[in-house]
């Protein structure tokens, strides 16, 4: 198994400041993945967290408002920019172990903005 | 890539019931997995399924996957309240989530 701890695990932010939510894994994992989750909503893909190049956006998600990271094997991040009150979620990660299809998931960021 | 559907949405059985969710796509799924999301917590993954027809079982938990690979289900025999939570089906070619269904248990 692999085991991610993700930071902040909650943050309060006023609208037009940005965050930056960090995933760690306590082991090297082939892909990375980023996820956004409304209360009582199903998960939403973001991206995909590419090591050593640009994240692999899915449509409706641009780097310019969630610029992303990944600079090793076992860590990530997520910044959300100029934020506004739509994008209170829960950030989630997640990771996939070379030659393995179970992504494992980090506990999650619950953003509120204000 | 498409979203799977999933339903019903929500499921609210007493315990010792049981309970089905259905996951269907309009094209060939090469796999599927599903999750399970407890209340407050973060998805955990439950099985995948590859063949076309299979079956697994999992204690109390049996996951079939259709001969055309097209739709998938999970079923709980005699649901406890440990059962609670939301069960997704994913799309392991796109990784997107089905919308989930919510189960909860009245003891």
């Known amino acids: 198994s692999a085991v991610i701890s993700q930071k902040p695990s909650r943050d309060i932010c006023q609208r037009g400041t940005s965050l930056t939510i960090q995933c760690q894994v306590d082991s090297q994992v082939t892909m990375m993945f980023w996820y956004r989750q409304q209360p009582g909503q199903s998960l939403t893909l973001i991206a995909t967290a590419n090591q050593g190049s640009e994240a692999t956006y899915e449509s409706g998600f641009v780097i310019d408002k969630f610029p992303i990271s990944r600079p090793n094997l076992t860590f990530s991040t997520l910044t959300v920019s100029n934020m506004s009150p739509e994008d209170s979620s829960i950030y989630l990660c997640?990771?996939?172990?070379?030659?393995?299809?179970?992504?494992?998931f980090g506990p999650g960021t619950r953003l509120t903005v204000t | 890539g498409q979203q799977v559907m999933q339903i019903p949405q929500y499921q609210h059985v007493q315990e010792g019931e049981d309970f089905t969710t259905y996951c269907n796509s309009s094209?060939?799924?090469?796999?599927i997995q599903w999750y399970k999301q407890r209340p407050g917590g973060h998805p955990v993954f439950l099985i995948q399924l590859v063949k076309s027809g299979e079956v697994k079982k999992q204690k109390r938990l049996t996951f079939q996957f259709g001969e055309a690979k097209k739709n998938s289900s999970l079923h709980i025999t005699a649901t406890q309240t440990t059962d609670v939570g939301t069960y997704f089906c994913v799309n392991n070619n796109d990784m997107r989530f089905g919308a989930g269904t919510r189960l909860t248990v009245k003891p």
């Open positions: 094209t060939t799924l090469s796999n």
């Open positions: 997640s990771a996939l172990r070379q030659g393995g299809s179970m992504q494992y």
